[in-house]
């Protein structure tokens, strides 16, 4: 069974680099045709696409993020991680990982991590 955990971010403030990194269990994170996703749930919203990172180190990002977000990985610790820069109050969220069949496209994704609080505060 395939299992994904997303760190605590702790204190993050205005202007600030959001880190988190998620770490892979039961299965590779370069396993061919598989795509290593970040969502974002904002309070009374939907879930919000950011970017992924696909089993051949590819990455893609949603465009309205795009200027701030950057996706890496770290194969031999089998995890990925997302930086999000200058943030502000608008970027709290309940932020998830989650491998997905294809990007972009959440109902191909079959293995979520429980999602972390990210909060940001002036």
């Known amino acids: 069974q395939v299992q994904l955990q997303e760190s605590d971010p702790g204190l993050v403030k205005p202007s600030q680099t959001l880190s988190l990194t998620c770490t892979v269990s039961g299965g590779s994170i370069t396993t061919n045709d598989f795509y290593w996703n970040w969502i974002r749930q904002p309070p009374g919203k939907g879930l919000e696409w950011m970017g992924c990172?696909?089993?051949?180190?590819?990455?893609y990002y949603s465009p309205s993020l795009k200027s701030r977000t950057s996706i890496s990985r770290d194969t031999s610790k089998n995890q990925f991680t997302l930086q999000l820069t200058s943030v502000t109050p608008e970027d709290t969220a309940v932020y998830f990982c989650?491998?997905?069949?294809?990007?972009?496209?959440?109902?191909?994704?079959?293995?979520w991590g429980q999602g972390t609080q990210v909060t940001v505060s002036s």
């Open positions: 989650a491998r997905g069949g294809n990007r972009v496209v959440v109902a191909t994704y079959d293995y």
């Open positions: 990172i696909a089993y051949s180190g590819n990455t």
